[in-house]
């Protein structure tokens, strides 16, 4: 099997300029990997992404949510996830289970051992080698996830017109994941720099990357 990489946080914690970093890394290496991302990586999880992600949808229900997110993470494990670990790929990954917990469970009240109980019966095991939290105020990913917004045709802003609260429960959310699970779960300090972030990155992944 190969090595499973997620990366998670709150709206604009700089998890998607990290994965780019990694994957520039890697590729100088190169290092066989997948890169993807939650909800998408098919056909099939792409179209949920665009019903989850747009603000025309505010009024959905918080299961109808979860269950929309499940779907789409089945299709993605059965079609892109699991293939690339069998072929001995390294997987970095956009956000997954985790973030259903920390949205869905911690964000909209869902009840936690449901949600893992749900989990459990399609994801077959799969849990990530490893996983980077990137941290910071609410406030400060909230404001650079709408600057990153202003220059994208396809608006994909629902969960950023939150209210402060609820990013704020998704951030407790997270760091209560990770300390229930330190060992895999590393938190990193999203408000230092770019290139800082990716040096630790780095050190924290084992030998041979």
Known sequence: M?????????EGCGKTTQIRHLTAHLEGKRQPFLLTRE?????I????????LSSENSRMEPATEFFLYAAAR????????LPALRDGKTVLCDRFADATLA??????????????????????????????LLD?????????????????AVKEDR??????AFHQRVREGYLLL????????????????????????????????
């Open 2 to 10: 190969g090595f499973f990489v997620t990366f998670e946080g709150i």
């Open 39 to 43: 909800p998408g990586g098919t056909a």
């Open 45 to 52: 999880s792409d179209r949920i992404r665009q019903i989850l």
């Open 74 to 81: 089945a299709q993605h494990i059965a079609e892109v996830v």
């Open 103 to 132: 949205y869905q469970g911690f964000g909209r009240g869902l009840n936690l051992a449901w949600l893992e109980e749900i989990h459990n019966r399609f994801l077959q095991g799969l849990k990530p080698d490893l996983t980077f």
């Open 136 to 152: 910071l105020p609410v406030e400060e990913g909230l404001r650079r996830a709408w600057k990153r917004m202003e220059n994208q």
């Open 159 to 164: 969960f950023e017109k939150e209210a402060l």
């Open 178 to 209: 990770a300390r229930r699970e330190p060992n895999r779960i590393v938190v990193l300090d999203g408000m230092k720099d770019e290139q800082t972030l990716h040096r630790e990155i780095l050190n924290r992944l084992p030998a041979g990357y």
